[in-house]
């Protein structure tokens, strides 16, 4: 499945937007609300290239934002499932939290572009947003944190009580 497709398929059951309609529309238009641009590379690097053919060198690179997306990525999910129960009960995506999986989907779309050398550019430690969304993020962050910490917190005192 193309990159296109599967960002496409992402974003609409992360219900960043939802546009049906569009959602196997393959050409470049700018109707829908995703779009990824990638440019084409002019020369790419050879040993790269070869170093990762004989020695895996690129997911060794990768390994520490494969354990940042792994985290990051739960607690993405946490956050799309609480933000359907906010749309379910209030009709609206909450910024803090639309922030937050998108920063997850960036940073996915960044690491696997390296990976599949669309880039030779290391991919950043970063969000990918602006200051704005990058700050509404952090507060959809630190919510989803204390949810977990809540329901740690309830499963402790659960635990006692039956003990």
């Known amino acids: 499945m193309p990159v296109i497709k599967r960002l496409r398929v992402f974003c609409y059951f992360a219900i960043i937007k939802l546009a049906y309609y569009l959602l196997f ?68 995506y909450p910024k803090s939290l639309f922030c937050l999986v998108k920063s997850v989907t960036i940073w996915q779309l960044r690491v696997n572009s390296y990976f599949m050398a669309l880039t030779d550019k290391y991919p950043p430690f970063d969000m990918g947003l602006n200051d704005e969304e990058q700050g509404f993020a952090r507060k959809g962050l630190a919510w989803i944190i204390g949810i977990i910490l809540g329901l740690i917190l309830l499963a402790i005192v659960l635990a006692n009580v039956n003990s």
Do not use: C, D
Request: a positive charge; zero cysteines.
């Open 25 to 92: 529309y393959m050409s470049s238009n700018k109707i829908y609300p995703v779009n990824l641009e990638l440019s084409y590379p002019e020369k790419s690097s050879r040993w790269l290239a070869l170093a990762t053919i004989l020695m895996f060198i690129k997911p060794l690179l990768l390994i520490p934002h494969f354990i940042v997306i792994y985290v990051y990525g739960v607690v993405g999910t946490i956050a799309f499932v609480a933000a359907q129960f906010a749309i379910l009960f209030t009709g609206k």
